[in-house]
């Protein structure tokens, strides 16, 4: 009964290692979704991908 414990424990425990090793690797498309990027460069490179009816839209 002991080991079916340690088993669940193990599994428990596995996941949540796993999990946190996953979330660390982020993979973005853009450069504006890099949260590690400075806010300039995040905003630089949204605003070059905008139309001109998008900047100038209001």
Do not use: G
Not at 10 to 20: A, D, H, K, P, R
Not at 38 to 55: F, G, H, M, Q
């Amino acid at each position: 009964m002991n080991i079916k414990y340690y088993n669940i424990a193990f599994v428990v425990i596995l996941t949540c290692v796993l999990n946190s090793c996953n979330s660390n690797k982020k993979e973005v498309a853009f450069q504006f979704q890099d949260e590690s990027l400075i806010t300039e460069a995040r905003v630089n490179d949204l605003v070059s991908r905008l139309t001109l009816k998008e900047k100038y839209l209001n």
